[in-house]
């Protein structure tokens, strides 16, 4: 219970009538009876409103005498007011925006009552809500649980009790809510529970607490008594921070409720036992007569602004008076305009009570400084560290910065906020000094020019004239451009922005049509082409399109010659990509694909050099047989030839020519080459090559093995005659299970319905969309007699029977194993026929098949031939030694998978034995029993095959015999190959590279002996067809190594040449260019001396390589020499204030001199004893021609310089030159370096402690500036 007198108006207007004139009185205290204000550890109260402006003058006690029975008006106004903490929508980028303005108008638009909100200083938020009671109620319970958060309490009373807080029909708990703004939830009667929860504010919920104790109290079997006691005498009978009654409370064991401040009611509640409660009674009775007989009031005038300061946070500071004076303090409600004050207490307290509120009242202050608020991020420093000297000074003064205002607003205790605005005024006033800003217009379309690429020229001339730039962002689509700093610079940047803006008006700009495909290419690799381009045409900007944009538009912009000279660089570098981009599809056989390659990709390689193509084949795994030549269509063309050439020489290749009409092309391709595809698998996969589309010639290249080309022809020519004579087409569907049967094995039903009746018939591929569609191609008798047969064979495929037939069922797990894959094989094979088994453990022998006529018959045949297979199967044992085993598997047991399939038999292969070398070990004997006594008693035989040796073999005797040899075919064998042992290393290559390579490619394995033996010998294991090839290859890569070596001892002749150690950084020339290029020509390595190393003759340079290109590369190095020696330096006195401009940006425009006159020049460093002198190198003749250019230039630039600085003088205002004495820099008083040595002045020309404008101005938020 909060004992802080807070009255409401009606409240107030009564207490105050009951005064006499004589008792309101207005204090006037001495300073020096004001008690010190409080320290910033008591209570500091949140900072003030602005002070309303109260024009209404105070009334004569009189008026107040006679009690006047208000009239109430049908409209009602209440204020209420949320604090920062327990605002919903805080971070809300703008006020009066948002879901927070939404709710307004809901609650508005729900209740009829009209709101209105404001936001106070300290981020609280005041709603006045106005209409009639009802609307005000309703309203005020929406805006509590809408805008406040909500905090929730349980109240724990007798669950009898519960009924009475609901009342009749809910009316009672409606009621309740409505009146205290918050949500009661009582639990239901089967709920043992006696906690009524409520949620709302703390007020709400303090309010609604007292009235559920109340209703529970009245029920209570137990005394329940009221006590009317005034409401100002509350804080007396509570006592300083509720102490008085706490301790009545535990002394009497009696529930004392005190209506909180809020709540304007007078009675007290006592609840409790009959003696107990007749004593707590008695003695809040006593109080209440003892301080109504001793306790007089002053009345005082307060601003309302201080009154929060009186009240102090969470009413500490009223507590505290009543403390410390046993005085209360009653001050108006928040809504009320009054200013009055009312102290009641004893006469002789009053005075000192008086005082404190007074020193709490006055114990801070408002005022403002006039500053331009352009100057307030200067005043606020970077990161605010201008403003923090100021408040770690002054802790508990709070500045604030209004944006958009010409103000700075100070609040908190008057000593502090003096100082403080002293010092903000000092620096105001040293601002304006030495600050200024301009405002220009440059058409918002040139501001991304103005800016530069990354902020460089904006950033150029912020740096240059120690200004701050502020440019709008497109967005805005402003015009206004800022500039802001030294009144000097700010011209400077004003003149120089508006020549770059004039300059930009008088340029050109050109859009370039070029194919999105080509951009990447034209911008190059991390943008090295693009640069390029940049670098030959520095003044034009060209701009590539989003790729995302899909636009072939690139726009050029710059002045006119430079934009139509970079277009022609640009169409002409277009054309060639363009002309290189010729691409043609070669087929080649795959087979021949790894000899196209050639060993290590040579063959390729050699031809993608030689005809400047790019040829892509397709990956391994892929199906592709496709080779793709990227580039010029004659070298392409060449490039294709070389190719068809090699496949021609390997194989039986045979190349046809056949002349059919261009105008059937299209036609004997057939729908997505379906047609041609056709014939192409028929004729054992030959290639046909149609020419391209629009050339009108009529020749079709049919290319593959010779008999299979003239088949493929003869198919061609008789379809062409076809089409040519009367041609027909016809699609039928069918299920694409039946395609099988339709085709017939080997393509046998197929192939005799073509021959009956000559038409053709296409079968979808794979990889067709639609795979029920066959389609008929032929002369219309030929094609309807076809599709009569194929018709007929469907409908007989889809005439669905059931048959059975009898399998002995000691056969039945064969079909059913592995989960029914051999039945799986059946159903795809013929035509998706359903065969059904008897289930295990019932010795029935019927198995029942369902599907198409043909397709169950074919079903029964394949069946009936498993079982004979299986009746016919014998085992033969084949003995292959245990270490061959793995071999004979191949990788992933693909070769035993083959040689299953392949003869239709089952191979098991016996488990590994750990173990497998014999002992020799004597037996031991076990529990004294005599070696091999209980055992069975075997001699083994020692010639005959091991257990773990012998593979078995299931099938037909002829099959599992045929399937014995291919297993031994399979045991590998071991060659010998003789290699000198100082080659082994380069066999087996980086990190045995060059041996994987080599086994992979003969499939076998290749043992190199040890390091340690010293042996000559390899050991080459594997089938025996792969060992011939395997041992040639090895042979070959041995004479290729021995050449190698020759080779090696030629390339490290070494040849030493003599040079002056000056010359050396001239041969080797800018970035080692002359070098490299003598190393490339000459094909030579060139090591030249270490500077470091002492012990090394400094003129020596040492070439490596061929001795006829060592003897080349040293005449070239003589030649260099020889040219230097004849070269000549002169030093040529040049004004060091033109330098600059004969360097040119990053050095070009003397790049450029050096090159045409082919000299060396060399301008003094920094800090030279001479800084105009510069050195010139080169042959005399070009030595005197750059001086005389150079000369020139300086005459030229020295005139522009002279005028430049004539200028300047007159530029300078006068101010400048009258304040000739030295600046003392920014200077404020009591400032915290003046006492402490650690810290010092802050330095006006850094860039932190003064940071410059530039970004764009962020809303307000804090007084440090913007949220991050």
Known sequence: MSSVAVLTQESFAEHRSGLVPQQIKVATL?????????????????????????????????????????????VITQVFHVPLEERKYKDMNQFGEGEQAKICLEIMQRTGAHLELSLAKDQGLSIMVSGKLDAVMKARKDIVARLQTQASATVPIPKEHHRFVIGKNGEKLQDLELKTATKIQIPRPDDPSNQIKITGTKEGIEKARHEVLLISAEQDKRAVERLEVEKAFHPFIAGPYNRLVGEIMQETGTRINIPPPSVNRTEIVFTGEKEQLAQAVARIKKIYEEKKKKTTTIAVEVKKSQHKYVIGPKGNSLQEILERTGVSVEIPPSDSISETVILRGEPEKLGQALTEVYAKANSFTVSSVSAPSWLHRFIIGKKGQNLAKITQQMPKVHIEFTEGEDKITLEGPTEDVNVAQEQIEGMVKDLINRMDYVEINIDHKFHRHLIGKSGANINRIKDQYKVSVRIPPDSEKSNLIRIEGDPQGVQQAKRELLELASRMENERTKDLIIEQRFHRTIIGQKGERIREIRDKFPEVIINFPDPAQKSDIVQLRGPKNEVEKCTKYMQKMVADLVENSYSISVPIFKQFHKN?????????????????????????????????????????????????????????IAEVEVSIPAKLHNSLIGTKGRLIRSIMEECGGVHIHFPVEGSGSDTVVIRGPSSDVEKAKKQLLHLAEEKQTKSFTVDIRAKPEYHKFLIGKGGGKIRKVRDSTGARIIFPAAEDKDQDLITIIGKEDAVREAQKELEALIQNLDNVVEDYMLVDPKHHRHFVIRRGQVLREIAEEYGGVMVSFPRSGTQSDKVTLK????????????????????????????????KFHRSVMGPKGSRIQ?????????????????????????????????????????????????????????????????????????????????????????????????????????EVNIHVPAPELQSDTIAITGLAANLDRAKAGLLDRVKELQAEQEDRALRSFKLNVTVDPKYHPKIIGRKGAVITQIRLEHDVNIQFPDKDDGTQ????????????????????????????????????????????????????????????????????????????????????????????????????????????????????????????????????????????????????????????????????TLPWGPKR
């Open 30 to 74: 001495n300073s020096e009876e004001e008690s010190d204000p409080p320290t910033y550890k008591d209570a500091f109260p949140p900072l003030p409103e602005k002070a309303a402006c109260l024009e209404s003058a105070q009334e004569p006690a009189g008026a107040w005498s006679n009690k006047i029975r208000p009239i109430k008006a049908s």
């Open 596 to 652: 196209i390659i050639g060993k290590g990709g040579a063959n390729i390689k050699k031809i993608r050099e030689e005809s400047n193509t790019k040829i892509d084949l397709p990956a391994e795994n892929s199906n592709s047989e496709t080779i793709v030549i990227t580039g010029k269509r004659a070298n392409c063309e060449a490039a294709r030839s070389r190719i068809l050439s090699i496949q021609k020489d390997l194989a039986n």
């Open 851 to 882: 599907g198409a006529k043909d397709c169950v018959e074919a079903a029964k045949k394949r069946i009936q031939e498993i079982i004979e297979d299986l009746e016919a199967q014998v085992t033969v044992e084949c003995a292959i030694p245990q």
């Open 898 to 1002: 083959q040689i299953t399939r392949d003869y239709n038999v089952q191979i098991k292969f016996p488990d590994r034995e750990e173990n497998p070398v014999h002992s020799v070990e004597p037996s031991i004997q076990e529990n004294g029993d005599e070696a091999g006594e209980g055992r069975e008693a075997k001699e083994t035989d020692p010639g005959s095959p091991r257990r773990c040796d012998i593979i078995i073999i299931s099938g037909r005797k002829e099959k599992c015999e045929a399937a014995k040899e291919a297993l031994e075919a399979l045991v590998p064998v071991t060659i010998e190959v003789e290699v000198p042992f100082d080659l082994h290393r380069y066999i087996i290559g980086q990190k045995g590279s060059g041996i994987r390579k080599m086994m992979d490619e003969f």
């Open 1097 to 1260: 003759p400094q003129d020596q340079i040492t070439i490596t390589g061929y001795e006829k290109n060592t003897e080349a590369a040293r005449d070239a190095i003589l030649k260099i020499v020889g040219e230097l020696e004849q070269m000549v330096s002169e030093d040529v006195p040049l004004d060091h204030r033109v330098h600059a401009r004969i360097i040119g940006a990053r050095g070009k425009a003397i790049r450029k001199i050096m090159d045409e006159f082919k000299v060396d020049i060399r301008f003094p460093q920094s800090g030279a004893p001479d800084p105009n002198c510069v050195t010139v190198t080169g042959l005399p003749e070009n030595v005197e021609e750059a001086i005389d250019h150079i000369l020139n230039l300086e005459e030229e630039y020295l005139a522009d310089v002279v005028d430049s600085e004539a200028l300047q003088v007159y530029m300078k205002p006068p101010a400048h030159e009258e304040s000739k004495a030295p600046s003392k820099g920014f200077v404020v008083r009591d400032a915290p370096w003046t006492s402490s040595s650690s810290e010092k002045a802050p330095d006006m020309s850094s860039s932190e402690e003064f940071p410059s404008f530039g970004a764009q101005v962020a809303p307000k």
